[in-house]
């Protein structure tokens, strides 16, 4: 299995992105990117989408970016957001890379778009710390 079908398979596991609609679109070594439809039950009450999806999509590209050098078994340990501008338009996507890694952290950076059509516009930018799952033996 390659690394984007294990990811898709890792992502559909995931009752939340499910819920959403994620979809993982690219997965490559010390990158990745997540797409989410934009609908109506995402908004919050000035119409924009509510800051926890876009919190959402940062985390969640994080974690797979940095899963992709440090295996499958990780976490967020922590993470900043800053929102920049209202999230908007007919999706939104996430794209991820690793800054820094280490054998059992590494360090992401996340950019989140609103698209329409084929216009983007950053609505937030965010970094995090990835750490390996510490396995019972």
């Given at each position: 299995?390659?690394?984007?079908?294990?990811?898709?398979?890792?992502?559909?596991?995931?009752p939340?992105s499910?819920?959403?609609?994620?979809?993982?679109?690219h997965?490559?070594?010390?990158a990745?990117?997540?797409k989410?439809?934009?609908?109506?039950?995402?908004g919050?009450?000035?119409g924009f989408?509510?800051?926890g999806v876009?919190?959402?999509?940062?985390?969640?590209?994080?974690?797979?970016?940095?899963g992709?050098?440090?295996g499958p078994?990780?976490?967020?340990?922590?993470?900043k957001?800053?929102?920049?501008?209202?999230?908007?338009?007919?999706?939104?996507?996430?794209?991820?890379?690793v800054?820094?890694?280490?054998?059992?952290?590494?360090?992401?950076?996340?950019d989140v778009?609103?698209?329409?059509?084929?216009?983007?516009v950053?609505?937030?930018?965010?970094q995090?710390?990835i750490?390996r799952l510490?396995m019972?033996s």
């Open positions: 299995m390659d690394m984007l079908d294990l990811g898709r398979k890792i992502l559909a596991s995931q939340f499910v819920l959403l609609g994620a979809e993982l679109i997965l490559h070594e010390g990745a990117e997540i989410v439809p934009i609908t109506r039950q995402l919050q009450q000035h989408v509510h800051g876009v919190s959402y999509m940062a985390d969640n590209a994080l974690t797979f970016a940095g992709t050098v440090l078994a990780v976490v967020t340990s922590e993470f957001i800053n929102y920049l501008r209202p999230a908007r338009g007919d999706a939104l996507v996430a794209r991820a890379r800054i820094h890694h280490g054998r059992r952290q590494t360090v992401c950076r996340c778009f609103g698209l329409e059509g084929d216009d983007e950053l609505c937030a930018t965010a995090g710390t750490s510490s019972p």
